[in-house]
């Protein structure tokens, strides 16, 4: 267990007093993972060598072990990180040219069933605590070097698994842990019960993006069976409810599938319900998952839904998907190697 990792990084000096050592080598141990890139006790030098020992016997740093990496032609490259239970779950880090991004799994598998998802297949297996969700931040940065944003978009729904994820993204912005901006990091969530307003009591600068994917409340839940019992109007007052309390603007997250939720019409649905609304657009031209029946719409279409939104003064991204051409779309390494064994 990475019982350490589960402690927020200003907690590190007592608990290193509470087992008799002094707490500034507490202090400089947090310093040494979250803001000189060690994974091991062994790689802090100046922490005496008996330390080093018991620490690592004791509170070995990273419990998980990284496995395998599927790389794309644009630079994304995903990482099957391995719990010592055998659970797995993805991490992806993507360059970019407004510097890197990297992309963090918050549950094993997934209880939300998006009817889309690799992930959603098998249901949900177990929630990640905060520090195991913080190791694949640690693996990454290993792996590839410093990263500029963090979005919580991967493997599970954050909004599941709520207080662990918001534990983990305090430590990334902590002084004594990762330093980061709030501003450079993003929750997404498809907001179920009691989600939003949490994080709107929790009242950090970091981004929202909300996993709407649909127009009406029927094809919602039947995309997205874990809201069934949730309406868009009142999802969408709660996601302005987290703007009134943290002044950011929160992103709309709608991935385009041919013949279900991509015509015009549906675009036009969109528009009126996130009229005078403060949030900007995320359209996602669907990854192809083999097996599941949804296809991807034409770019021109795409497009053509993107620029009815636009002309009526939403702010809209036609996003890229990173990560396309290798296992693409979220949860298909964990499904690959699985299905190999
Ligand atoms: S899209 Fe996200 S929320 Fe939906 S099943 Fe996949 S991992 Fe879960």
């Known amino acids: 267990m990475s019982q350490l990792l589960n402690l927020p990084p200003a907690e590190w000096p007592a608990w290193f007093k509470e087992r008799g050592v002094p707490a500034f080598q507490g202090r ?15 790689d802090m030098t100046d922490l005496p060598a008996g ?157 929202l993006a909300l996993s709407l994917h649909a127009t009406t409340d029927a094809l919602r839940h039947e995309l997205i069976p874990g809201v069934a019992k949730r309406s868009i109007a009142e999802t969408l007052r709660e996601a302005d409810a987290v703007f009134e309390a943290t002044g950011r603007e929160y992103t709309v997250e709608y991935v385009l599938l041919a013949g279900v939720n991509d015509s015009l019409s549906q675009a036009d649905e969109l528009r009126r319900l996130l009229h005078g609304r403060r949030c900007f657009v995320n359209l996602i031209p669907y990854n192809p998952v083999s097996g599941l029946g949804f296809r991807r719409p034409e770019g021109s279409h795409c497009q053509a839904f993107a620029d009815l939104l636009e002309k009526s003064g939403l702010p809209v991204k036609l996003r890229l998907s990173l990560g396309r051409s290798a296992d693409a779309a979220c949860g298909q390494l964990r499904r690959r190697k699985a299905e190999q064994g």
């Open 28 to 42: 400089n141990a947090a310093r040494w993972v979250f803001q000189r890139g060690a994974t091991d006790w062994q």
């Open 51 to 207: 330390l080093r020992d018991d620490l690592a016997l004791d509170a070995p740093l990273l419990s998980s072990t990284a496995e395998t990496e599927s790389g794309a032609k644009d630079g994304a490259v995903k990482t099957l990180i391995r719990y010592p239970d055998g659970a797995s779950v993805e991490a992806v880090h993507m360059p970019g040219t407004a510097g890197h991004t990297i992309c963090l799994s918050t549950q094993v598998g997934c209880p939300v069933k998006c009817q889309f998802c690799a992930s959603g297949l098998d249901g949900l297996e177990r929630n990640l605590t905060a520090g195991e969700i913080l190791e694949q931040a640690l693996w990454l940065r290993h792996r590839y070097g410093s990263f500029d944003r963090v979005v919580v978009m991967g493997m599970g729904d954050a909004g599941f698994n709520l207080d662990a994820t918001l534990q983990a993204l305090d430590a990334l912005m902590a002084p004594e842990g990762f330093g980061m901006a709030a501003r450079r990091l993003t929750l997404s969530t498809v907001a179920p019960a009691g989600c939003l307003p949490q994080f709107a009591a929790w009242g950090r600068q970091v981004k």
